[in-house]
C-alpha cells in the first residue's frame, strides 16, 4: 500500500516562495496521477495540481496557474511542487495523493499524505 508524506510547508510572507514534498513508498506502478490539494479553515478541499505518471501532462488550477510549478524526480518517488509569490490566499493545509485516473477532484483520489500547513502572512 502506497504511503505519502508532505513536507516543506512553514511560515512565508507575502511574496515569498516555498518548495513542498510529497515523498511515496510503495507506489503502484500503474497509478496514472499525483495531486496536490489544499484545505483552508471552513473551505472545501481544492485541486492545486497535478501531474501524470506516464507522460508529465501537467494540470494547475486557475488560482495558481503561472505561480505554481509541480514536477517529480526521475525515480518517480517524490514529486515536488514548488509554489511562488505566494499570498494569503494560498494559507491553507497542503497535501499530496495518489489517483488511478487523470482528475484534479479529491474524491478521485485514493491514498492521501497526512498534509503540511503553509501559511502566509506578514
Known amino acids: 500500500q502506497v504511503q505519502l508524506v508532505e513536507s516543506g510547508g512553514g511560515l512565508v510572507q507575502p511574496g515569498g516562495s516555498l518548495k513542498l514534498s510529497c515523498a511515496a513508498s510503495?507506489?503502484?506502478?500503474?497509478?496514472?496521477?499525483i495531486g496536490w490539494f489544499r484545505q483552508a479553515p471552513g473551505k472545501e478541499r481544492e485541486g492545486v495540481s497535478c501531474?501524470?505518471?506516464?507522460?508529465?501532462?501537467?494540470y494547475y488550477a486557475d488560482s495558481v496557474k503561472g505561480r505554481f510549478i509541480i514536477s517529480r524526480d526521475n525515480a518517480k518517488t517524490a514529486v515536488y511542487l514548488q509554489m511562488n509569490n505566494l499570498t494569503p490566499d494560498d494559507t491553507a493545509v497542503y497535501y499530496c495523493?495518489?489517483?488511478?485516473?487523470?482528475?484534479?477532484?479529491?474524491?478521485?483520489?485514493?491514498?492521501w499524505g497526512p498534509g503540511t500547513q503553509v501559511t502566509v502572512s506578514s
Open positions: 495523493a495518489q489517483s488511478n485516473m487523470w482528475s484534479n477532484r479529491a474524491s478521485d483520489y485514493l491514498s
Open positions: 510503495g507506489f503502484q506502478s500503474d497509478y496514472y496521477a
Open positions: 501531474i501524470s505518471n506516464s507522460d508529465n501532462n501537467t
